[in-house]
Each structure stands twice: as structure tokens, then as C-alpha cells.
């Protein structure tokens, strides 16, 4: 039978982290900050954008993101972590989806209007 678009999405998230977390030998299925950062720079821009606070960078925000996600810790960030922090992400995007995506000023947007970003950068060629 059919995969419905949400099944499609939960298993894009599994399938993500994974390409991620298993990059290094005998990897332990985490993901270090570095690779936390690379994924959401290559698979949530848009989401990165429309939901960056006021005054921070783009860095600042992941840097903080992960600081929130690693409840235990350690540097790492398991599955849990890290889709608790896509949960908060959406959970931020849906509630201002409701107004258009601010994008920085003075690049100019892609047309778009991101607000909930429908269908941001899912499979647009090989990555």
C-alpha cells in the first residue's frame, strides 16, 4: 500500500540522522556537534531561518540548540535528543507559519515564503 507523506517524513528523519551518525567507523549511532550542525545547514535551512531568534547567528542558534538537546551532557546527541530538537523546530515553525518567513535582509528570498516551508528541500538533487 501506499506510504503516507508523514510515514515518508518520519523515515526521512530516521534515514538523515543515520547518514549522519554512522559516518565515522564503528560509529555508536550519535551525532557530534559537528555533524548536528552539517545536517541541519544541509537538511533544515529553511527551517534554520524562519526560526532563528532575534540577534542571533546562525551559529549561535545551533550551538544553542544542541546545548539544549545534550540533557545529559556528554557532547553527543543520541536519536532522542536529536528529534526532540526537530519536534521543537516544527513546534516553532508552526506557530509562526501563520505570518510569512522573515528572511534576512538583503538576500534575496527564494519565493517561497517558508512559513511552514512546504516541501523545503526534499530531495532537490543528490545529497
Known amino acids: 500500500e501506499m506510504t503516507s507523506k508523514l510515514?515518508?517524513?518520519?523515515?526521512e528523519v530516521i534515514d538523515v540522522y543515520h547518514k549522519y551518525s554512522e559516518k565515522?567507523?564503528?560509529?555508536?549511532?550519535?551525532?557530534?556537534?559537528h555533524e548536528f550542525r552539517q545536517l541541519l545547514?544541509?537538511?533544515?535551512?529553511?527551517f534554520l531561518k524562519?526560526?532563528?531568534?532575534?540577534?542571533?547567528?546562525?551559529?549561535?542558534?545551533?550551538?544553542?540548540?544542541?546545548?539544549?538537546?545534550d540533557k545529559n551532557r556528554n557532547g553527543y546527541l543520541?536519536?532522542?535528543?536529536?528529534?526532540?530538537?526537530?519536534?521543537k523546530l516544527a513546534i516553532h515553525a508552526h506557530n509562526i507559519s501563520h505570518e510569512p518567513c522573515d528572511e534576512t535582509p538583503?538576500?534575496?528570498?527564494?519565493g517561497q515564503g517558508q512559513g511552514h516551508g512546504h516541501g523545503h528541500g526534499h530531495g532537490h538533487g543528490p545529497n
Open 50 to 69: 524562519c526560526t532563528l531568534p532575534y540577534g542571533q547567528t546562525e551559529e549561535e542558534y545551533i550551538e544553542d540548540l544542541f546545548q539544549k538537546a
Open 41 to 46: 545547514k544541509q537538511h533544515a535551512k529553511s
Open 106 to 110: 538583503g538576500k534575496p528570498g527564494d
Open 24 to 33: 565515522r567507523p564503528n560509529s555508536d549511532d550519535f551525532l557530534q556537534k
Open 7 to 11: 510515514e515518508k517524513a518520519l523515515d
Open 78 to 87: 543520541h536519536f532522542e535528543e536529536f528529534v526532540t530538537t526537530l519536534a
